[in-house]
């Protein structure tokens, strides 16, 4: 069986959905694919060709032995979905998405992981792409108690363009609107997603208590940018004012998007507007990605951003028509392009 799942690039909410806020997602035309087989045994075998590495492990003992031990934390959640596995498997993985880059490579193989274990189970599961992201987010987030949001999983598994509510409930918009094509910039500079995650959700988190506490009708949600900040540092109001600025513009990406037609310029300067507060305020991007961004605007893209946590990985471009002048303005940067479009979610091969 072979399974395929897109990468994905965050168009508006970066930073904002482990704060509950919305985040647009969109899943790119890279792909991560896993092949595999059952074996006659308990043995679980994952062949990674592009990394020279080889996972293994037993079905006899599913206790975690590393951190983000996605392979075994995919299965103990199947298992509490009341799949069973009375063999094991022996898979490989292939995968075009730039790694540790912000697109999602980590989630795409996870979901393309327990789509393949739903399929495969004693009694196969036939689980929409819903339900495959939520299974995924359990196994990636709330297994191991990590900082991230849901916007990975749900957007890779569901594909195309998604508009992702996670509170006060789960709700997922689908969006299709014709945007044509992104240039994705990898800097190939590594960097730190746990720890600049961490950064950027606990400073705001303990802003928001403290509005909490000042006011108790505070909401993250609707609370206007002149919500009164008696309490707060002048950090802490900057970092205030750019959460509120970066939800907004979403808001009006929300409205455009939803259109018959799109105005292609508004949705590049939003983009672009978004990024300043990812750079100025969150400081999450590099000089190279700055450069990058910098000489596509100058080949003519109509906006672009800093794409995943930051530190590093990569940036996008806005380019709805004749990207390649933006991807060779890119490189000359110093960066690797990929002309990407969205593309659908998972699906077996």
């Known amino acids: ?35 595999g087989e059952r074996r006659s045994d308990k043995k679980i075998i994952i062949h990674k060709p592009d990394l020279g590495e080889t996972e293994s492990f037993s079905l006899d003992d599913l206790t975690y032995s590393k951190p983000r031990d996605y392979f075994k934390s995919g299965i103990n959640v199947c298992m509490n979905e009341g799949l069973t596995f009375s063999h094991g498997f022996e898979c490989e993985l292939t995968s075009q998405i730039p790694i540790r880059a912000g697109t999602s490579s980590s989630s795409a193989i996870n979901v393309s992981w327990i789509h393949f274990l739903s399929r495969m189970a004693d ?91 000042q006011n108790t009708s505070f909401s993250l949600y609707t609370s206007n940018i002149d919500f009164k900040l008696n309490d707060l540092t002048e950090e802490e109001k900057t970092l205030f004012h750019g959460t509120i600025q970066n939800r907004d513009f979403l808001k009006y990406a929300l409205l455009e998007l939803e259109k018959t037609e799109q105005n292609h310029k508004k949705i590049g300067k939003l983009l672009s507007d978004h990024h300043a507060v990812l750079r100025d305020v969150l400081n999450v991007s590099t000089p190279k990605i700055e450069a990058m961004l910098e000489a596509a605007m100058d080949a003519g893209a109509l906006g672009g951003k800093i794409n995943g946590s930051g530190g590093g990985g990569c940036m996008v471009a806005y380019v709805p028509e004749n990207p390649q002048q933006i991807a060779e303005a890119i490189q000359k940067a110093g960066g690797k392009a990929y002309i990407i479009y969205p593309d659908e979610g998972t699906r077996i091969d």
């Open 1 to 35: 069986m072979e399974v395929s799942t897109p990468g994905r690039i965050c168009l508006f909410g970066e930073h904002q959905d482990y704060l509950g806020l919305p985040v647009i997602a969109m899943a790119i035309s890279l792909r991560a694919n896993l092949t």
């Open 123 to 213: 009694e196969p599961a036939d689980w929409n792409q819903q339900k495959i992201g939520e299974l995924t987010y359990i196994a990636e987030v709330k297994e191991f108690n990590e900082p991230g949001g849901m916007m990975d999983q749900y957007s890779t598994a569901m594909g195309y363009l998604i508009y992702l509510e996670s509170k006060p409930k789960i709700s997922i918009q689908s969006l299709n609107p014709n945007l044509g094509t992104f240039v994705l910039g990898d800097s190939c500079e590594p960097k730190d997603t746990m720890g600049i995650l961490a950064r950027c959700r606990d400073a705001r988190l303990t802003i928001l208590d403290k509005l909490k506490k």
